[in-house]
Each structure stands twice: as structure tokens, then as C-alpha cells.
């Protein structure tokens, strides 16, 4: 059998005076993980380019008659930098940002279960005499870090970055916060035919999970049911105290967006101002979170094939749809191979290139002409998409967060979810992938609960939602707002997955909203 190789996009930041820049790196020799829930991480490039390249007419934004969220003063009171705080040791790590541990119990509610240290982050705010405070910040996931996200600034805009001390950090199962080994099983899993429709191929699919559950499992060892949602959100707390801040500003991107809204419900009191960009529902199971994503997923594809249609300069041959279903076909019958003889596109990396098509327009002239490529025998573009895809959350963490989350499933639930999966993305049901089956393998934890979220001690809290968002669908956006007793909701008539800086108008409401505590009286869209 012909090896399988990958390529990872790694991202460096070159950072000048308070400017930040951006670099996309080269490849290395193995990849990463994902899969659709995964790719909840923004990309930077992606969103400072959609706001740069905007015409006059998309950058005027409309008058936003706004109240107070709460009475602000005018001119801030200059309060110490986190940095000279002597409560987290914060110190150059020859990163861009500079680094702290904190340690906190492995068990929150069981305090003789030890403890666990985690990776923090902060980019101190260049003028202390305009300092409001401390923007804790989290890029999605679940798998995702602040590594490649505070070097990028955490994607603010300068009069945001310019007035907060920027906290991230790496939640417990992401990088050395709780570390466990088992990336490579994962992206195995997810590179497998997402359809198996023979023994072996059922098999296959099979055995991947089971080694990726052994292997998450096995280096995580008593942890593995210590690393969910519900423990992260109490550390988010504990990252608080020890800021030595009575009140936090939080701005979450989408799975961030659900740390946020259970933050806001448990420690309401504690936040100054909270935006959640891209959330899901925390009212649905995880089974119907996932569901709505692949149908998403499937309809913004599809939005992807008809831009495709509409251009008589697309390169893929006849109807696009036909001509990915045809490649799909080709490739699970014979895989494209490097010359050193590896696989270098195979059905799991067309599905996962096809998705990564879903997260913006200015993707979709990449992902035709890498077709009409790969139709000619050359897989290169597409593998290439895929990997990047790959390479934005690590695979492992993303099974062992979601798994502690969701608890052990049954053979039957899996299932289930699997035939509901491919029945809401309905002709494009390939790009639903069997990678719940790890859960199958978990030991028992307690699942993270699921209900309507109030907030009832939370200052107002800013939902951005986005109508064209894949990945977290713009539903998730209006429920989440509406079952909040202090939310107001911000929609983005867009495209592409999350909001904030993709177009001037919302992120002028987002910035309003984090220095001055302003928003908007109502309900309003942008777009």
C-alpha cells in the first residue's frame, strides 16, 4: 500500500513596531487533523484581506444609534499592566507574546484529584495610561490555542489590541495544557473514505477509531474525562483571579463562543463586556449541533458549485457537481500519487479539501481550478487545501475535548448520528465523516449540559452571527441571543465562517462595544 503524506501550513508572525504581519510558511512532513466540527478556528489572512480589499460602496457603514450598555467613563483610570501583576509570572519566551503557567485543580469539584498547569499567553497594551483592562480571548476549536493566534494579535483591530492587556491560552488537551499524543491517529481517521461502502473499508474505518480513542485515551490517561467544556470554563475563572481582576472583557470565536456563553451563565458577575462571534446553540444536543454544521457545510458547498456555474471562465469541465462526484469516484478507485509513490490525494483529502472550500469566497477560485486539475492527474492544489485545512486544530485534542463533552456512545448512536449526517447534506453526504466513532471507546465522564443559557449576571453580551457562516450556522447566532436576558444580536449579511473584521460595519459595533461599552439599542445587521 502507498504511504500517505501531508503537509501542515504553519503560520509565523513578523511583528514591527504595533503592526502585525503575516507570513504562510512552507510544509513539513506530516499534517494535522479535522473535521467539519473542527474548523472553528478564524484565519487571520483571510479576514484582514476581506476587509482591505472591500470597495467604498461595501465600507460605508450605516449610523448606529446606540445606548450605553452600562454608564462608561469617558477617559479609563491607567491601572497596572497585567505584566508587573505578582500573580502570574509573565516573562519572554521568545514568542511574540510573553508566557505565564497557572496551575488549577485536574477535578474542580473534587479538590484531592490534583492539579494541572496551563499554558497562558498576553500581549500587554502598549500604553498603560489608556489600559482599560484585560480581553481574555479563545480562537474556537475545540483543539484550538494561542499559538498562531496571539502572534496574529488574536485577530483585533489596533483600537482594540491598543487599550486591553491580551490574555490567551492553551485550554486544558491543547498543547502542553494537559498534554496527550494522538495527532497522527487522528489524521489517519480523517483521511480515511469517508464513505466506506465494503467490509474492508468499514473495517479500516473502524480500526482507526479505536486506535485513535487508545491513543487519546491512553496519554491522557486520568484526565481523559478531566478536559471538557465544563472544567475549561471554571479554569477561565481561576485565569481571572489570578490576573488579579475583578472584571474580564472576553471576545470567544466560535467553540470559543460556547466557553463564553457558559462563562456568562456561571460567572456573569465577573464580566465587563462579552462578544461571541459565531456561536453555536448551546440549547441543542450535541448530536443536532452537528447535524445543523454539516448542513451548513453542505449548503454553503453548494453555494461553491453555483459560483462555479455562473462563470464562464471556471475551469472544472461541464457541471461542477458531476465533475467533483467524478473525481471522487477516480480517486477512491485509484489514488494520486507523489513521484516518491505516497498518496497525495485520496478521497479523505478531496472531502476535506471540498470543506475547506466552505470557509470563504476567496477560497472557491483555489478549489475549482484544483479540480479541474485533479481531473487531469494532478493533486497537488487540492492536497495542499486539505492540509491547510488540517493543520488548523490539532485532530487529537479536537476527539478528546469533544469526547469528554459528549460521553461515551453506544455502537447504535453512532450510528445514527452517521445516517442523520449524511441525510441532511443530502447529495453531498461524503463530506460527513464517521469520526464520532472514537466516543464509542471513552471512558465514562460526565457530558457537558445542554439547555437554553440565561446569564442572568452578565452585563450585555454581543452575539455575532453570520447568514452565509458554515460551519456554526447563523441559526445558532439568533437562538443563542434570544435565550439571553442581556443579548443583542449583530447579523452579518456575509459570507465565510465568523464575522468580526469582515466587514467595517461589524467591526465597528464589536469595537464600540469592547472600549466604550456601546452598543446598538436593538437588533442590527450589517451587510
Known amino acids: 500500500m502507498p504511504k500517505r503524506v501531508i503537509c501542515s501550513v504553519l503560520y509565523r508572525a513578523v511583528v514591527v513596531a504595533t503592526a502585525v504581519g503575516l507570513l504562510a510558511s512552507g510544509c513539513s512532513g506530516s499534517g494535522s487533523e479535522h473535521e467539519p466540527e473542527l474548523v472553528s478556528s478564524p484565519d487571520p489572512t483571510e479576514q484582514v484581506t476581506a476587509e482591505v480589499d472591500a470597495t467604498p460602496e461595501q465600507t460605508a457603514v450605516p449610523t448606529v444609534h446606540s445606548v450605553p450598555a452600562v454608564d462608561p467613563e469617558p477617559t479609563p483610570t491607567a491601572q497596572p499592566s497585567v505584566a508587573e501583576s505578582a500573580l502570574l509570572a509573565f516573562k519572554d519566551c521568545g514568542q511574540v507574546y510573553l508566557c505565564a503557567e497557572l496551575e488549577v485543580p485536574a477535578d474542580h469539584d473534587n479538590p484531592d484529584a490534583g492539579t494541572v498547569t496551563l499554558e497562558l499567553g498576553m500581549l500587554p497594551a502598549p500604553s498603560q495610561d489608556s489600559r482599560i483592562g484585560v480581553l481574555l ?34 485550554p486544558r488537551g491543547v498543547m502542553g495544557s494537559v498534554p496527550h499524543d494522538c495527532r497522527e491517529e487522528a489524521e489517519r481517521l480523517y483521511l480515511l473514505d469517508p464513505t466506506p461502502d465494503t467490509p474492508e473499508e468499514e473495517a479500516a474505518s473502524e ?46 470565536y466560535s467553540y470559543g463562543s460556547l466557553l463564553g456563553l457558559h462563562y456568562a451563565d456561571r460567572y456573569g458577575s465577573h464580566l465587563r463586556a462579552m462578544v461571541v462571534d459565531g456561536p453555536t446553540d448551546p440549547a441543542l444536543s450535541h448530536e443536532d449541533r452537528r447535524v445543523r454544521q454539516i448542513e451548513g457545510i453542505a449548503l454553503v458547498f453548494e453555494d461553491v458549485l453555483d459560483a462555479c456555474r455562473k462563470d464562464s471562465n471556471c475551469p472544472i469541465p461541464g457541471d461542477p457537481a458531476e465533475a467533483v462526484e467524478k473525481l471522487a469516484l477516480q480517486i477512491e478507485e485509484e489514488p494520486l500519487l507523489d513521484a516518491q509513490g505516497n498518496v497525495l490525494l485520496g478521497p479523505g483529502e478531496v472531502r476535506l479539501a471540498s470543506i475547506a472550500a466552505t470557509y470563504g469566497p476567496n477560497k472557491w477560485p483555489t478549489f475549482h481550478l484544483g479540480i479541474a486539475r485533479a481531473l487531469e492527474g494532478h493533486g497537488l492544489m487540492l492536497h495542499v487545501m486539505a492540509s491547510g485545512y488540517l493543520g488548523r486544530v490539532d485532530g487529537g485534542s479536537l476527539i478528546s475535548i469533544r469526547c469528554a463533552d459528549v460521553g461515551r456512545m453506544s455502537r447504535a448512536e453512532v450510528e445514527a448520528l452517521t445516517q442523520r449526517g449524511q441525510e441532511a447534506a443530502g447529495e453531498f453526504s461524503w463530506l460527513w465523516p464517521s469520526s464520532a466513532s472514537p466516543c464509542q471507546y471513552w471512558p465514562e465522564t460526565e457530558p457537558l449540559p445542554v439547555g437554553p443559557i440565561h446569564a442572568p449576571e452578565a452585563s450585555s453580551v454581543l452575539v455575532v452571527g453570520n447568514r452565509g457562516d458554515n460551519s456554526t450556522p447563523y441559526e445558532g447566532a439568533v437562538s443563542a441571543a434570544a435565550a439571553l436576558e442581556t443579548g443583542v444580536l449583530l447579523t452579518y449579511n456575509g459570507q465565510g465562517h465568523l464575522s468580526y473584521r469582515r ?25
Open 137 to 170: 480571548v479563545n480562537p474556537g476549536g475545540p483543539g484550538a490555542g494561542m499559538n498562531g493566534f496571539l502572534d496574529h494579535g488574536a485577530n483585533l483591530t489596533p483600537q482594540v489590541r491598543g487599550r486591553f492587556d491580551v490574555v490567551g491560552w492553551n
Open 503 to 527: 466587514h467595517p460595519c461589524v467591526t465597528q459595533v464589536v469595537d464600540d462595544y469592547l472600549v466604550d461599552l456601546v452598543l446598538p439599542s436593538s437588533d442590527m445587521e450589517c451587510g
Open 207 to 252: 480500526d482507526a477509531a479505536r486506535e485513535a480513542a487508545d491513543a487519546c485515551v491512553g496519554s491522557l490517561g486520568k484526565y481523559a474525562s478531566l478536559i471538557g467544556t465544563t472544567q475549561t470554563v471554571d479554569d477561565m475563572d481561576l485565569i481571572r483571579q489570578a490576573l488579579g481582576e475583578e472584571q474580564i472583557s472576553y471576545l470567544g
